[in-house]
């Protein structure tokens, strides 16, 4: 028997990783929930366990030495409901990311109509498109099964036709899917999701469904100009469980003691960061980044709608592979505060992606690690611009739209030494206009939070208001067409002890200012020479309440994109300076 | 914490299951003596397919082409075979365009699966078959030292190891690399430059293992058409010293390198076998294991990327690095030294 999550007093979450699996344990206490205590073990889906389960075990057993309760029964599983002796949990939910990403086929009639839909589908989930099929592609049919073939997909998603419209090319579509799913043996047969025009269903099911396991999910395009992946979204993260039970050991058991309560991780971050989105300023967005070793997750919340990209294979452990074939290293060693060469980075780079869980010991590779970070999540906002991301990034990277909070992920930007590492990480990476507060989950709860929130609203509301996530403070970031020392900003903070501070900001500075955590003021912004700080148009200015983070308010007005020194000496003195006006 | 475990191991017992990646024939038997090359199972190269439109070829319906196609599915086909017809006053036929096997007719088409050729499975170790596995291929055990790297360019092949370093710290250039190495496997330090491995396949070599590759050249090693393999990853890392003394003492034998790129999920990872006679079995190695003090241990990163220790103690909760705060171990390094390794930049040699 399963305890609805409404009812769970004690939650155990379970984020099964790429690197890591992490068991977190919520509880209620004077009434509310709160987090108690995260246990981390190496996730343990490759070889030689290949038992996911081997990882949760440990997890579970380390937050049974940090907690002093008892999760796991002497047969050592789980032991969810609770029993009446106080042991175990009520309920658990469990997020996974690891594995390869599912190698995935777009089929749709028009390039840039359905197919770029069945592509927008595709990148916001663990999928990489290693194969696109559309009306206008000139190959063989037989070139076409065979390009399926090579794939050996494990889901193939069609789509195509405006409801009501096109169905007599769609077929020939399907009889290609359907020559390939035949020709694939018997354990390699692919997930197929039709999401095109509602009216071709059956013919669908009638072509496909000895052939292939067939899903079907609202049309993605339902008219010419509209995409609407919702539905869509729902099926393929269905299907995505689907195939990782089958494909991974030991999730079968645990997806049964979740109740079925089994999430990709993207989607459950993603989800949180849409219910957060419904509880903030519904004029701004509300951005989350979460950085991981094979993959990257941009999810942007507006008012409850959610615009989310999984780049795969950007990330900052495995995933670097695919970084360093996009990105030019001197863009990477550019961020370095001392001279290393573009060897050593490139050599940091492929070592790390060989050894994905290492970390970074002398400052140099930390240094590097930090300078990768920053243009991964440059890549995932420039990538995100190219597709789902596309009102919400400029297509040069960095943020197009003001969204508060920034909810940042991941243990590059958690295990950072200081609080002001983990921030500019962010800044650099994402370089946010307007006012906006960066928050860091230093606890990787989001998806674990995501994947309960559906259920119980009250556990991720209660818990964000609790310590577990770290404020790193408000951030100003004025845009400015003035010249480098030119005054853009004068600022007025105004304690409630009613003392005030009045600063004058200078275009190419970064600069703090001190609010201790919690502790509120009243910003009075006024730009000068059609300095933008986010009021609607340049020149505006206005009041703001703010609340100090870790850092206090902080003043980033390095111009947007940043410019960095020519001069490689000019460069690194002033990439240290910005990172010591941030505490080191 | 659990460990990642590598295997540097100066005997052993290797056992290692080949498998054809569809259905195919297993040529060997069990109980049979294999070297490394050779072939233990073989099965098709996937081809192509050809799609034979009858109907539009011809000129008539779906129903009628499916009526004159005489051909079933599962049948062999050669070049030039009449597939369907003859049709019409002036008889026209659709005949295969390549050799094949036809795989689906149906709606006036027929498609045609052909062959590319035999894909040949080869034991990559020398040693015995322990184990058929049906129409897929075999398990084979040998004993010998075995060395697992980190990276592998896909390739493999035997020959006569000849050592070319002198120090695990060495690097390995072109100078070095000559023609009277012509067929053999030749274990060098750090390569950092291109001509190094352009020489070694020029020559070729039979094999070349590495300490470690500039991470500039990997693309270039990926190409070559020799097995390439790299025991401790990118950047001028030394040769582990382990690792560096079974190779070095094996000078002059006959190993196989098995460039076999690392899966983490298949489990599958490049290396280097010497085969060695055992007068008892060895037992197998380990897969699986925690940290413990007395475990020897490779360390992955900078500052001592590529040294070996052991253990002495497992720090109780986070040791603090100029990177940041992790749990970790006190390691005695092979100097003497002794420091402080965070446990995720650890390995357990076993």
């Known amino acids: ?584 | 914490m659990q460990a990642p475990v590598t295997h540097i191991l100066p005997l052993t017992t290797i056992r290692r299951e080949r498998l054809l990646p569809a259905a195919g024939r297993v040529v060997v038997r069990a109980g049979q003596k294999v070297e490394a090359l050779d072939v233990v199972a073989e099965g098709s190269l996937e081809g192509g397919h050809v799609l034979l439109d009858v109907r539009r070829g011809l000129g008539i319906s779906a129903e009628q082409a499916d009526e004159i196609i005489e051909r079933k599915i599962g049948e062999e086909i050669s070049q030039g075979d009449v597939i369907a017809g003859p049709v019409g006053l002036i008889p026209r036929v659709i005949r295969a365009p390549k050799d094949g096997r036809i795989v689906a007719i149906g709606g006036g088409q027929v498609l045609l699966e052909t062959q590319d050729g035999l894909l040949e499975l080869r034991a990559g170790i020398p040693g015995t078959v322990v184990d058929l596995v049906p129409d897929r291929g075999a398990v084979i055990e040998g004993t010998g030292a075995l060395i697992q790297a980190v990276w592998g360019n896909g390739h493999m092949d035997v020959g006569m190891l000849t050592v070319l370093l002198e120090q695990p710290t060495d690097e390995l250039t072109v100078d070095r690399v000559d023609v009277s190495l012509r067929g053999a496997v030749v274990l060098g330090g750090y390569c950092g430059q291109a001509d190094v491995l352009q020489t070694a396949a020029e020559l070729p070599l039979r094999g070349l293992i590495l300490a470690s590759l500039a991470g500039a050249l990997a693309p270039l090693a990926a190409r070559l058409p020799i097995p390439i393999v790299v025991l401790e990853g990118f950047g001028r890392i030394p040769m582990n010293p382990q690792a560096y003394k079974i190779l070095t003492t094996n000078d002059k034998r006959e190993v196989t390198v098995n460039a076999e790129p690392m899966d983490a999920m298949r489990g599958t990872r490049p290396e280097v076998i010497i085969p060695l006679p055992a007068t008892s079995k060895p037992p197998l190695p380990r897969d699986t294991d925690i940290f413990a003090p007395g475990q020897t241990v490779r360390i992955l990163r900078a500052p001592y990327a590529g040294m070996t220790g052991k253990i002495i103690s497992l720090k109780s909760g986070l040791a603090s690095f100029p990177g940041g705060n992790f749990p970790a171990a006190m390691v005695e390094l092979e100097g003497g030294e002794q420091t402080a390794v965070p446990l995720a930049n650890m390995e357990i040699i076993a």
């Open chain 1, 1 to 584: 028997m399963t305890i609805s999550l409404v009812d769970a007093e004690t939650l155990l979450a379970v984020d099964i990783g790429a690197v890591n699996t992490r068991a977190f344990l919520f509880d209620v206490a004077e009434g509310q929930y709160r987090f108690v205590a995260v246990g981390m073990a190496p996730t343990t889906a490759s070889a030689p366990y290949k038992d996911v389960y081997e990882g949760v075990r440990l997890a579970v057993e380390r937050l049974q030495e940090i907690t002093g309760r008892t999760l796991l029964g002497e047969d050592e599983q789980l032991i969810v409901p609770a029993l009446p002796d106080g042991s175990g949990a009520d309920a658990l939910a469990l997020t996974l990311s690891a594995g390869p990403p599912l190698h995935a086929v777009a089929i749709g009639l028009l390039d840039d109509v359905s197919l770029e839909s069945a592509r927008h589908l595709l990148d916001a989930t663990y999928a990489s498109v290693a194969e696109a099929v559309g009306l206008n592609d000139r190959r063989r049919a037989d070139a076409q099964i065979d390009a399926i073939l090579r794939v050996r997909p494990d889901l193939i998603v069609v789509a195509g036709g405006t409801d009501g419209g096109a169905t007599r090319s769609i077929i020939k579509l399907l009889e290609i899917v359907g020559l390939a799913a035949y020709l694939l043996p018997p354990e390699r047969k692919p997930e197929v999701l039709f999401a095109g025009n509602a009216a071709m269903e059956a013919k669908v099911r009638s072509t496909l469904e000895n052939l292939a396991t067939v899903h079907t999910a609202a049309n993605i395009r339902p008219a010419f100009d509209l995409e609407d992946l919702g539905p869509a979204q729902v099926a393929a993260r269905e299907i995505y469980t689907r195939v990782r039970t089958r494909q991974l050991g030991g999730l079968q058991m645990l997806a049964a003691h979740s109740g079925g309560r089994l999430m990709p991780t993207c989607d459950a971050f993603g989800r949180m960061i849409r219910f957060i989105s419904q509880l903030y300023d519904p004029a701004k967005g509300v951005l989350g980044v979460d950085l991981g070793a094979s993959s990257t997750t941009l999810a942007a919340g507006f008012a409850g709608r959610l615009t989310m990209s999984v780049l795969h294979p950007f990330g900052i452990g495995e995933g670097l592979r695919g970084v360093i074939k996009e990105v030019p290293i001197a863009e990477i060693s550019r961020w370095l505060p001392m001279h290393v060469s573009d060897d050593v980075v490139l050599d940091y780079a492929m070592h790390k992606s060989l050894y994905p869980a290492s970390l970074p010991v002398t400052l140099e590779d930390l240094a590097i690690e930090q300078a990768l970070a920053r243009e991964v999540i440059r890549l995932a906002s420039k990538w995100s611009a190219r597709n789902n991301g596309r009102d919400v990034f400029f297509p040069e990277g960095g943020l197009a739209k003001i969204c508060e909070p920034i909810i940042a992920s991941g243990a590059v930007l958690a295990q950072a030494p200081t609080v002001g590492q983990s921030l500019i990480m962010l800044l650099d990476g994402l370089q946010p206009i307007g006012i906006t507060t960066f928050v860091l989950d230093q606890n990787g709860l989001t998806a674990a939070l995501g994947a309960t929130a559906e259920l119980n609203a009250l556990l991720p509301v209660q818990i964000l208001e609790t310590g577990a996530y770290l404020n790193l403070g408000t951030v100003i970031s004025p845009v400015s067409p003035a010249h480098y020392g030119t005054p853009i900003l004068r600022m007025k903070v105004t304690h409630e002890s009613g003392e005030e501070n009045r600063i004058e900001v200078r275009q190419g500075t970064l600069g703090v200012v001190p609010l201790p955590v919690g502790h509120k003021a009243k910003l009075t912004l006024e730009p000068l020479h059609r300095t933008d700080v986010g009021f609607g148009r340049a020149g505006k200015g206005g009041t703001v309440r703010v609340v100090g983070g870790a850092l206090g308010l902080v003043v980033d007005a390095r111009g947007r994109p940043i410019q960095l020194p020519a001069d490689a000496s000019r460069r690194r003195e002033m990439i240290k300076k910005w990172q010591w006006a941030l505490g080191g």
